[in-house]
């Protein structure tokens, strides 16, 4: 079992930056990949950013490309999400996830693990 936890989120003015943060523990970090998605009140949990195990390769949504930037620290269990010039429609909760295997993963279906999600507030 893999545990994930975040933080970081909170409100901020359009225009503004957050880190979003994602720690996991009960087994070994670096054998999944994982990504950063986002699920806004009425709408479906949609993909923001994934990253491999290793690091060196990520992928990014047509929204999130230019504006975000994933990364992780294999030696800290840790997997961030740096997100810049947000505006409103970037507001909604924004879940961690762990997938299994070496390939990049695109869909929440192909995640198995997550977290509770924190809350990403825009204001215009």
């Known amino acids: 079992q893999l545990q994930l936890v975040e933080s970081g989120g909170g409100l901020v003015q359009a225009g503004g930056s957050l880190r979003l943060s994602c720690v996991a523990s009960g087994r070994t970090f670096r054998s999944y990949g994982m990504g950063w998605f986002r699920q806004a009140p009425g709408k479906e949990r949609d993909v923001v950013a994934t990253?491999?195990?290793?690091?060196?390769?990520?992928y990014y949504a047509a929204g999130a490309k230019g504006r975000s930037t994933i990364s992780r620290d294999n030696a800290k269990n840790t997997v961030y999400l740096q997100m810049s010039n947000l505006n409103p429609e970037d507001t909604a909760r924004y879940y961690c996830a762990a997938r299994s295997g070496t390939g990049l993963g695109y869909m929440a279906t192909e995640y198995h693990y997550w977290g509770q999600g924190t809350q990403v507030t825009v204001s215009s």
């Open positions: 990253i491999n195990w290793s690091g060196g390769v990520t």
